[in-house]
């Protein structure tokens, strides 16, 4: 393979990137055809992992396209300040059950990973799978990077493949379930109800005026690119800055960088001071996403036949005790919050998949009951903002608060 790659210049760093965002492209192709039953992180494991095993790529493929370097330097931090713009409040407040719900969801997971996992699978195993099994790629970066960092390389590794294959177990039983609730819902006699809208109960909200923010907005013209880059880089610095002094004053992890951007970017957004999804709106949220995509093939690269064989059983035993604590914690919220259980265990293991595998999840759930559209859109009313809220307070913002505190005091310096 060598030879035939210096025939054509070698492994470059265009060639590399090439290489990374080929697989990648191809995982979301896949993702699309299983309507993200398969996630394109799992495809791209799957790939990496043959890939290196068999010897047809060298390990140093991610380091050639120079992506760590943009992902270590700043990207992680940009993306979770960038996540701070992206949180609708009100949102927050109106389900807030919902958020309790999947709060409790997370005790679960620690619980089950700490007292189940980790005597019958190992437990830097079962301790590193915690806020992978609770959220998506930004929490399992923060995990690999602390990881590496304090000299535990494998269970970078392992993060992120409890990360890639963590929706094959939750999203088919959030699925059997949005179909139990749609029958219920059906049995009841809901879906031939509209929930009331905001003019049927005499909420003129839409004719509010915006609430004022501390910043006055920057006119179009003058809101470039470079400009929302910058207030984004400021506020991650100004984040980063808080949180090494208040660490230092109060030993802390609460106080660590990753949970302070988040919060910081939540902050300065309700101020004025960062526009809303400004990372996206600036166009340079996908450049930060390819830097953090980098990690995990970076993480395969030293991997042997023997480890895949060794990590598949902590693997998939930790996903399916994590997703038992998730059940089992949703059933014991769900009474006191009155929720029904099979909503709770969806909303619950949303953590397993986030957005969009709560909307395809939801919508296919009410679309294979046949009813007419607007009784089925009567069901999508009730379903819809409780799987919605429920993916994006586990996997957007729970889970790298709880990956950005716990990290620190699993990994210690070998």
């Not at 090439?18 to 791209?44: N, Q």
Request: contains cysteine; hydrophobic residues 55%.
């Amino acid at each position: 393979m060598d030879a035939i790659m210096n025939a054509f210049g070698g492994w470059t760093p265009l060639f590399s990137i090439l290489l990374i965002t080929a697989i990648y492209a191809l995982g979301e192709k896949i993702t699309a055809l299983t309507k993200g039953l398969i996630s394109s992180m799992m495809v791209a494991s799957i790939v990496f992992i043959t890939l290196y095993v068999s010897k047809i790529i060298p390990s140093n493929v991610p380091m050639n396209s120079t992506l760590g370097s943009v992902s270590g330097a700043f990207s992680t931090l940009m993306v979770i300040t960038h996540l701070g713009t992206i949180i609708n409040l009100k949102d927050f407040v109106n389900e807030w059950k919902t958020v309790v719900l999947c709060l409790v969801g997370f005790i679960g997971i620690i619980l089950a990973c700490v007292f189940v996992g980790a005597p019958l699978l190992g437990r830097m195993e079962a301790y590193t799978a915690i806020a992978p099994i609770a959220g998506g790629i930004v929490a399992t970066q923060l995990t690999a990077e602390v990881a590496t960092a304090n000299g535990y390389p494998e269970m970078a590794t392992f993060a992120f493949l409890v990360m890639s294959f963590q929706g094959l177990i939750g999203m088919p039983i959030a699925s059997f379930f949005l179909k139990r609730e749609c029958e219920v819902l059906i049995k009841r006699g809901d879906h031939l109800v509209a929930i009331a809208s905001d003019e049927s109960t005499g909420d003129a909200s839409e004719n509010k005026p915006e609430k004022t923010k501390f910043f006055k907005p920057v006119s179009p013209e003058k809101n470039t690119w470079l400009l929302q880059f910058t207030k984004l880089a400021f506020v991650a610095w100004l984040a980063t800055i808080f949180s090494m002094y208040m660490t230092k004053l109060t030993k802390l992890s609460l106080f660590a960088p990753a949970v302070m951007v988040l919060f910081f970017g939540i902050i300065f957004h309700e101020l004025g001071f960062l526009d809303s999804n400004i990372a996206n709106k600036a166009g340079i949220f996908n450049v930060f996403m390819l830097a953090l995509y980098h990690s995990a093939p970076s993480n395969y690269a030293t991997l042997e036949f023997s480890q895949v064989v060794r990590i598949a059983l902590p693997l998939f035993g930790l996903l399916i005790v994590g997703a038992c604590g998730i059940i089992a914690f949703s059933l014991v919220a769900a009474k006191p919050i009155k929720y029904s259980s099979n909503m709770a265990i969806a909303c619950g293991l949303a953590a397993m998949f986030g957005f969009p595998g709560t909307l395809i999840l939801t919508t296919d759930a009410v679309k294979g009951t046949g009813l007419p559209d607007e009784q089925r859109q009567n069901l999508m009313d009730r379903m819809l903002p409780r799987m919605l809220v429920a993916g994006f307070a586990t996997v957007t913002v729970s889970s790298v608060i709880l990956a950005g505190i716990i990290s620190p005091m699993i990994f210690t310096p070998r």
